[in-house]
């Protein structure tokens, strides 16, 4: 920093005292997350997940050999770990070992960090405030309006407690690249945003939670991501009842109750379904919503005041039938639709209401073409005009009297003008690119182009006045379709 070759002692004995190494650092500090790693079945049809024990003060976890889970009337009995040898000792490790976060420790090093718990607590006082009726952000919408704590009061009333709201995801990727062909692998991330935090920073990489990556090379069938939501779902119950009691945050170093609560899953449609207990949009029961079946109704059924929508007491029904029907459950999921979840243990999860609209995947990948023409059969007119333009330029007819060769040159600069190009025109290579082709125009023609759209030409040398050359009106031109860019 001070841009001098010669250090003095001091200098040096502070670089030499820098660790090379950043654990030590993360150790002395406390910046490293408790994690508890859960051995998985390595069967894809099972996937049960084991916590592991410890024996007095030993730090090796201790694991069971086989999995004990019954399918179908009998155990899965496959193997969970394997020997690896450490520092000359066998040491039995999980096979395919699920890494888990908790959500207390990232929670309390959130609610550390300057102004963030300030503005987390401010959330509930803007939504009051909004009386307009215009919905800005979920805390304006009904449920969270309507929501209570586990007091029966409001949820925001907690006296001089933390009470924050969180959104749960589950997607799954292939880390190998959407590719066609090839080896299809699938990894899940389970991760949670806090909503009381501000938009602006709420989806910010250091402000999200990543509980737990579910490892491949497999999806979890059915039920099976249960087994990876479970540890979640145990903190979440302490979260919010009796809650968690921190000994020192930002804005109260002498400590503070704070309870927290899973208000919204937002996934894509089939890791959605999964997620909250429902079946497939392929299946009878397709909706999530309400009771429509593909039978009876169809997708192509409009009249909205038949349906029947889905209730809590009635989602709830169906998955305890699940649960305890045992070998016979699958009839319970033909009937109702629903299958057992693990965020029901949660006592103040809707089902019917808390599985929210993905908008990422609907409108910005374009899922909703697909929803129309795949699924509901509806063919939308083509567009004819692929490129949609930028700028519209509407001339006059003056240049109609002009040659064939000429207006055809028009069209073309008319065709320039409406391009995209604002992004190349930002670069001095862009511009000089599209200087070059304006330039090489006839000079009657970039005339009638800045008389046409009131521009100015923008000569090289700004004391030059009258006799533009072709590259001045190129230049002047440019300009303008940069000011009315922007």
């Known amino acids: ?55 007095n003060d030993s730090p090796i976890p201790n694991y069971p050999s086989r999995c004990r889970r019954r399918r179908t009337g009998r155990r899965c009995n496959t193997q969970l770990l394997r020997p690896r040898t450490l ?11 699920f890494v888990y976060f908790r959500p207390v420790d990232w929670l ?12 987390m607590d401010t959330a509930w006082c803007k939504s009051k405030d909004s009386n307009d009726g215009v919905m800005r952000d979920i805390f304006d919408g009904e449920t969270l309006r309507n929501f209570k704590g586990p007091d029966g009061r409001h949820f925001s009333l907690g006296n001089d407690e933390g009470r924050y709201a969180f959104s749960l995801s589950a997607d799954f990727f292939n880390p190998l690249r959407n590719k ?45 991501i249960n087994h990876f939501l479970r540890p979640l779902v145990d903190d979440f119950l302490k979260m919010w009842d009796p809650g968690i009691r921190y000994s020192r945050t930002d804005d109260h170093p002498h400590g503070r109750l704070v309870r927290c609560a899973i208000v919204c899953v937002v996934c894509d449609l089939p890791a959605a379904r999964k997620t909250a207990g429902f079946t497939s949009y392929a299946h009878n029961h397709f ?87 795949g699924i509901l059969g509806i063919q939308l007119q083509p567009d004819k005009e692929k ?9 006059t007819d003056t240049w109609t009297h002009l040659g064939n060769k000429e207006q055809t040159s028009m069209r073309r600069i008319i065709r320039w003008l409406e391009h995209p190009m604002s992004l190349q025109l930002s670069t001095e290579d862009g511009m000089a690119y599209w200087l070059k082709k304006f330039s090489n125009e006839k000079l009657v023609l970039l005339e009638l182009v800045c008389h046409e759209l009131q521009c100015a030409p923008v000569p090289f040398d700004p004391r030059k006045q009258g006799n533009f050359r072709r590259a001045d009106y190129a230049r002047g031109i440019l300009q303008w379709v940069n000011f009315s860019i922007l």
Not at 108 to 119: C, F, N, W
Request: proline share 10%; glycine share 6%.
């Open 108 to 119: 309390g090093q959130l609610l550390s960090r300057p102004g963030i718990e300030a503005e």
């Open 387 to 395: 490129d949609a333009p930028v700028l519209r330029c509407d001339f």
């Open 180 to 224: 066609q062909a090839g080896k299809k692998i699938s990894v899940g991330l389970i991760s949670l945003v806090c909503l009381n935090l501000p938009p602006h920073l709420r989806y910010k990489p250091e402000n999200i939670f990543l509980a737990g990556v579910i490892p491949g090379p497999t999806e979890p069938p059915l039920t099976a």
């Open 87 to 97: 520092n000359g000792r066998v040491v039995y490790t999980p096979i395919k070992p």
């Open 287 to 373: 909706c999530a919503i309400c009771e429509c079946t593909r039978k009876e109704n169809g997708y192509g059924d409009t009249n909205l005041h038949g349906w029947k929508r889905r209730t809590n007491l009635s989602c709830r029904k169906a998955a305890k039938q699940f649960r305890r029907a045992g070998s016979a459950a699958e009839s319970i999921v033909a009937t109702t639709g629903i299958r057992w979840s693990e965020l029901l243990r949660l006592p103040y999860f809707d089902p019917s209401r808390f599985v929210v609209v993905d908008a990422m995947h609907n409108l910005l990948l374009g899922l909703i073409h697909e929803h129309f023409t």
């Open 1 to 55: 920093m001070r841009f001098n070759p010669n250090l003095t002692s001091l200098d040096r004995k502070i670089l030499s005292d820098f660790p090379v190494d950043p654990r030590p650092v993360e150790k002395a500090f406390g910046l490293d997350p408790e994690t508890i790693i859960y051995a998985v079945c390595p069967d894809p049809a099972c996937q049960a997940t084991y916590a592991p024990k410890f024996q």
